[in-house]
């Protein structure tokens, strides 16, 4: 029998889940001979969605890939340079810098998204990847001891001030977790933790509006209990020696700005020579494939993907992700036996929020029906979604 070989590029949330599926779908049920590899830069699966954790000091985000997949998959750290859709092969440089080409029966692109940027020239920190998360975390913490030593109030009160720039998701959970752990270490130092400011930059005029207006109102309710400043319509435009200026021509004396900004995706997809949006997705049809590169498929964050039936357009979150790779396992198997392939069908409409330890809002719509779950369960939930993102089983 012959053995034809997928490669899976990108070791994310959508990476991780296509080569279980492929593993259920095509190698296991079908007992079709398949060689699997999983090429990633990194030795690790990054929970991508958990970035705030290092910033405030607590829980290890990675895993190793070997560790999720410990047989039948074939681990390869590099970078991926090119691909040759004419003769279905990948370039690719490892990390000893020796270049490789590598050809496939198969492939699927899961790079995934890069987190948005400010210009250096804005100042702060953005809160992009491990790195940023840690330097952060060492600056609010070096803040909290100068403001224990200094007598004048208002500088003191700049050094505890927090402003994060961006309200989506990532901006209320890591302005919430802040909010907890920076209060608790203040007062482990002998600092007023009601002293502790955090401020939430939100360009638009309410949280949350992937759904409804109550859900939005909810969370600001819950945020500002927890010490979080919220300012709707106002963005954050330059950092610069401690002090923050808004586009409402405001200023704030603080210690600390962090960006979180959202997803842009993977620039990487652009060398690629592949039909592209105006915001750089892959464009694929409604069972991921490429359009105009052949056994080539692309699911996550760096691909538009479109509901043929609802027109809808997935968002950019891991339990699309998740859906999308579930799917692809048995359209490749289609595709393999030139059967009918499934179609993709957009994820119901559902998103969980943590407002700090033991408190989340989940949110979902089903049935024509709007139903929001919070406190203790919620977060549960929210955990929940954490884990099954990243192949975690408790």
């Known amino acids: 029998m012959t053995i034809r070989t997928c490669v899976v590029v990108g070791g994310g949330y959508a990476g991780i889940h296509a080569l279980t599926s492929i593993q259920k779908y095509v190698t ?3 007992k079709q001979k398949l ?12 929970r991508k969605v958990l970035l705030f954790r290092p910033a405030i000091g607590v829980e290890e985000i990675t895993i190793p890939l070997k560790e999720l997949f410990p047989e039948g998959v074939e681990i390869v750290q590099a970078t991926v340079k090119n691909v040759e859709a004419e003769n279905k092969s990948i370039h690719y440089q490892d990390n000893l810098s020796k270049e490789h080409i590598l050809t496939y029966d198969f492939l699927i692109l899961a790079v995934g998204s890069s987190v948005r940027k400010p210009d250096p020239s804005q100042g702060g920190i953005a809160l992009t990847d491990i790195e940023s998360a840690r330097e952060i975390q ?22 505890m001030t927090i402003a994060v720039a961006g309200a989506g998701i990532s901006g209320i959970e890591t302005s919430a977790e802040l909010s907890y752990y920076v209060r608790a270490d203040a007062k482990s130092l002998g600092l007023d ?8 930059l ?12 109550k859900v939005g109102d909810v969370l600001e309710q819950e945020l500002v209990k927890r010490g979080v400043t919220i300012k709707h319509n106002c963005k954050a435009l330059k950092e610069e020696n401690g002090i923050i200026t808004l586009s409402t021509g405001e200023t704030l004396p603080l210690g600390l700005c962090i960006w979180t900004l959202g997803l842009v995706p993977n620039p990487f997809v652009r060398k690629l020579g592949m039909p592209l949006t105006d915001e750089g997705c892959v464009i694929v049809d409604a069972s991921y ?21 609802s027109g809808k357009k997935d968002g950019k979150t891991c339990k699309e992700a998740s859906s999308q790779a579930s799917r692809l396992g048995r359209i490749l198997l289609a595709d393999w036996k030139g059967a009918q392939a499934p179609l993709h069908k957009s994820y119901m409409d559902f998103y969980c929020i943590s407002l700090g330890p033991g408190y989340g809002i989940a949110w979902f719509r089903r049935w024509g029906l709007s139903i929001t779950v919070s406190g203790i369960v919620g977060w549960m939930i929210r955990k929940w979604t954490w884990d099954i993102a990243s192949l975690i089983k408790r």
Do not use: M
């Not at 060492?138 to 050094?159: C, D, I, Y």
């Not at 939100?202 to 207006?213: A, D, K």
């Open 289 to 309: 494939r490429v359009t105009g590169f052949q056994d080539v498929y692309c699911i996550g964050d760096c691909a538009q993907i479109v509901d043929p039936i």
């Open 202 to 213: 939100n360009s638009h005029h309410r949280l949350f509006r992937e759904g409804p207006t």
């Open 28 to 30: 296991k049920s079908s």
């Open 138 to 159: 060492k600056k609010w913490r070096s803040n909290l001891h100068k403001a224990k030593n200094e007598q004048n109030p208002v500088l003191r009160s700049s050094l």
């Open 35 to 46: 060689r699997l590899i999983l090429i990633d830069k990194n030795p690790y699966h990054l």
């Open 193 to 200: 933790p009601n002293e502790v400011k955090i401020v939430l």
